[in-house]
């Protein structure tokens, strides 16, 4: 049996088109999305990502700014100029493009930013949000795999799900969004006993830890539904993920693909969040 592909990349395309649609109708009443991105450094890989979340934003309608700052920014001026984004009310969004430079508190600048405008959503407001089941923006990688099982028809409800990776931005939001679909879930980590035993028994693997093929064939349930979150290179500077995906793909029931799996949805769910924000921010007005 070969498994069955998930593919981020059509997913994804839908979900643009409904936000585009979503977007017009927002603008018809007098309302720009609007989304600021931050930029600190020269990162390549970043620079790669803030010209995507631009590119799919003017390709939706949603206004996007890009804001460029050199590496030796002060971190007080970073603060003032998300402090200015917070109180500007033509802006919905705000994203502070990751790693930022070493001298930087990154815990800090992301909780500077204001939870209605926190689209990435790692703000604690918004962690707790997830953690007690109140509206708040989940994150945008571990909200796509949700809308990539719910895509599958993969009914979580008694499932057993095992979460490989523990971070903030995916393994622990994973997790708690499984949770509140009813699936019983186990979070694995770098001092888990005996992984495969566990990963055995699950009907849904999400992993999430950035090391190249740590999931293999012989740790995969016959039918299994795989998200694969990594992104990785081998030695020849191909993307590959977390999954052996030769060898799983004969096992498995469902696979997403590294690249055109869950990178181009980790994608379109910041351009959802940012058109909820503006949306949220109508209705607040409205009232």
Excluded at 44 to 72: C, F, M, W
Excluded at 142 to 163: D, Q, T
Excluded at 229 to 250: A, H, I, P, Y
């Amino acid at each position: 049996m070969t498994a069955q592909i998930i593919d981020g990349n059509a997913l994804a395309r839908q979900i643009r088109a409904d936000v585009a649609h979503r977007t017009a109708a927002l603008k018809a009443a007098g309302i720009a999305p609007s989304l600021a991105i931050i930029l600190v450094g020269d990162d390549p890989a970043s620079q790669v990502y803030t010209r995507h979340k631009v590119n799919d934003s003017i390709e939706t309608g949603l206004h996007a700014a890009l804001e460029r700052y050199p590496v030796n920014l002060p971190e007080a001026d970073l603060l003032r100029r998300i402090d200015v984004l917070n109180q500007d009310p033509t802006v919905h969004a705000i994203l502070v493009q990751l790693p930022l430079p070493g001298h930087m508190d990154s815990g800090k600048v992301i909780q500077a930013i204001a939870p209605d405008k926190d689209v990435d959503g790692f703000n604690v407001a918004s962690a707790g949000a997830l953690m007690v089941g109140r509206p708040g923006f989940r994150p945008c990688t571990p909200y796509g795999c949700m809308k990539m099982l719910e895509a599958i028809g993969c009914e979580l409800k008694g499932k057993h799900a095992v979460v490989i990776g523990r971070s903030n931005i995916v393994g622990k939001p994973m997790a708690l969004m499984l949770l509140a679909q009813n699936a019983t879930v186990t979070i694995c980590h770098s001092a888990t006993r005996d992984l495969k035993a566990l990963t055995r028994q699950a009907d849904v693997v999400v992993a999430a830890v950035g090391k190249r093929k740590m999931l293999s064939a012989d740790m995969v349930k016959p039918g299994a539904v795989v998200i694969d979150v990594g992104m990785n290179r081998t030695e020849q500077g191909k993307l590959c993920g977390d999954v052996d995906f030769d060898g799983v793909k004969e096992v498995a029931g469902w696979i997403t693909p590294v690249p055109g799996g869950v990178g181009p949805m980790t994608r379109a769910m910041l351009l959802v969040n940012t058109l909820e924000a503006a949306e949220r921010s109508a209705s607040n007005r409205g009232h």
